[in-house]
């Protein structure tokens, strides 16, 4: 599964996929989002609600990453990635406003 997201001007493509490797990253992750190729992978076999909130922490990082910080803090990444998925996941009509 492919599709687009736009973030900072920037296509991203999201691809949902078992099997990724990053740049410098041996580890299995959930989720990766490749700056340079504009591409975010989420791994295929998480649940759906896995792979929603991976989704919302790949795009955190792409959003901070397009309004220039290089740098980025895991820990605040995923403390805010968890509560956004939660906020949006809890309130579905927000996004309907």
């Not at 296509?11 to 949902?16: D, E």
């Not at 990053?22 to 998480?46: A, M, P, T, V």
């Not at 397009?66 to 309130?91: A, P, T």
């Amino acid at each position: 599964m492919e599709e687009n997201i736009k973030v900072g001007g920037m296509t991203y493509i999201v691809k949902v996929q078992e099997h990724f490797k990053s740049h410098d990253d041996e580890r299995n992750l959930w989720g990766y989002c490749d700056y340079e190729q504009q591409i975010i992978y989420i791994r295929q076999s998480l649940s759906d609600q896995k792979k929603r909130q991976v989704l919302i922490h790949e795009l955190t990082h792409a959003i901070l990453h397009e309004v220039g910080y290089k740098e980025q803090d895991e820990e605040l990444v995923s403390r805010f990635s968890i509560g956004l998925h939660q906020v949006l996941n809890d309130n579905p009509e927000l996004l309907s406003v």
